[in-house]
Structure formats: C-alpha cells, structure tokens
C-alpha cells in the first residue's frame, strides 16, 4: 500500500496552535518507514493523522487515490495499528492475541504464530492458550494462580495481537513497540518487523515509531520530526551523510552506549 501526505496539518479542537504542519511525505509500498525524534515533537499524532483517525487539513492518499474516497471500514479491515495506549482485555490469552483478527479466533495455529511473532512464548508458557488475564495484569487459571503480567509480558501480548492482523494487512503500524522489552527481545522484533515487507510474497507496508536509533538503521526510510514538521528525511546512510539532526541525535544516543 503507497500512502501520500500533502500539506498535512493537524490542531486539537479548542486550541490556537498547528501541532502537525506542512507534512509532505511519501511511503512507497513494500518498505518500511522509521519516525524518529525527541518527545513531543508530534510522531505519535503524525502517525494518527496518516491513519485517517483525526480530521486533519491537507490531503492523504491511498494507492494513488484520496483516502476519503474509501469506505473506511474497508482500510481498516487492510491495516494493524498498535499505539503505546494498547488495549489489555479481561479474556484468555488466545481470545487477547485472535481478536487481532476475529476471523480466525479459533485457528489454533494462526494465533500460535502470532504469539511466536509477537515474542509472547513465555506468556503461553506461564497461563496456557486458556488461561484467563485481566486488565490489571493478574493472571487467572490453575497454570498461574497469582502471577502477574509485567509491563513488557503485556506489550508481546499487544504484539501478538498486532501481528494476528498483520498477517493479512497492507499497512502495518507500531508506535514505540518495543519501549517496554529487554535489548533481545528488542532485537527479535524488529527483525520480525522488517519481514513484514516480504511476508507470503505481498509487498506489506510497515510504519514505526522508535526511540532507539539502533534499531531504525535498516528502515528504508527513516523521517525526523520536530516541532510538528518533519525536518529530514531519507535513508540511515543519507541522513548520516548530511551531519544534521538526525546524525546529530544518532551519534549523541550512540555515544551514551559508548560510555
């Protein structure tokens, strides 16, 4: 799926100020796209506006033709979106991971892949395909009685979930996926993210958010953001060779593992 932003624009209801101005952009299908850039500078609601989710200025457009020409239960169906406000569900762990894809709820191998994807192993592992969770994290069911779900167990299960859609979407979204996993698991996913573009020979379009710059090397396209705008963009060796703010923050984070 190609997706094309012209002089997109965004301002909250009730409030004076742009958060989200003049984004021209385009995302070629079959590529993974990286957002990066300090906090607050507008990724997570540039991502939402993409997305179609707020009513924003400018144009967006789908393979070529506007996205409000579309029905838009039609381009959810097509895409997956995780977001850092992921939902947690009071249901079994096969029910959190299928709903991803409620047609295929029920296929036990479908939702096993999805959590191998997802990197969640370990919570099938802990609670079983049935065991019941809750949205405080508590587990339920005669395999874990009183264990809990830290914070980076629940974000596989919302990957799980994600890549459950995945496997049949055209446009793949995450926002900060891997912010609560260890370095390995880290590592472990976003080779699993660049797979997307190439997954069942169908040219998947991924779009992610990361705050560590290590792992965005291998985007083929990686956009800075700041101040609501995107500032550069283009690829790892592009944006190195142009010694502005994208190599500026790359060498600043590199130099704080370096110590």
């Known amino acids: 799926m190609e997706l094309v ?11 004076s100020k742009d958060v989200l101005h003049d984004i021209n ?12 850039g300090v906090n607050g500078g507008g990724k997570t609601t540039l991502v939402k506006a993409l997305m ?14 506007p996205m409000a020409a579309y029905d838009p239960v039609t381009v959810h169906r097509r895409t997956s979106c995780l977001f850092q406000d992921f939902c947690k569900y009071s249901f079994s762990l096969r029910e959190n991971v299928g709903i991803g894809n409620v047609s295929k709820v029920e296929d036990g ?9 997802g990197g969640a192993r370990g919570v099938l592992g802990k609670v079983g395909m049935e065991g019941k969770l809750n949205r405080s994290g508590a587990l339920q069911g005669l395999r874990a009685e009183r264990a809990s ?3 980076g167990q629940w974000q596989k299960v919302a990957l799980s979930r994600s890549f459950m859609r995945a496997s049949e979407a055209d ?10 996993l260890d370095p390995r698991a880290e590592a472990q996913l976003f080779e699993r993210i660049h797979a997307l573009s190439h997954q069942n020979g169908r040219r998947c379009t991924t779009i992610f958010i990361s705050h560590r ?28 060779e142009m010694e502005g703010r994208y190599a500026e923050l790359y060498n600043l984070q590199r130099s704080g593992f370096d110590d």
């Open 5 to 15: 932003a012209r002089g997109l624009g965004y301002r909250y209801p009730g409030t």
């Open 25 to 36: 952009l385009t995302i070629k299908p079959g590529t993974t796209f990286a957002i990066v």
């Open 52 to 65: 179609g989710l707020y009513d924003h200025q400018g144009s967006l457009f789908l393979n070529g033709h």
């Open 109 to 117: 191998e479908a939702v096993s892949d999805a959590i191998e994807r």
């Open 149 to 151: 779900l830290s914070g």
């Open 171 to 180: 446009l793949v979204v995450f926002d900060e996926p891997s912010a609560s």
């Open 213 to 240: 710059y290590s792992t965005v090397k291998r985007a083929d396209q990686i956009a800075v953001v700041e101040d609501g705008t995107i500032v550069e963009c283009g690829s790892h060796a592009e944006l190195m």
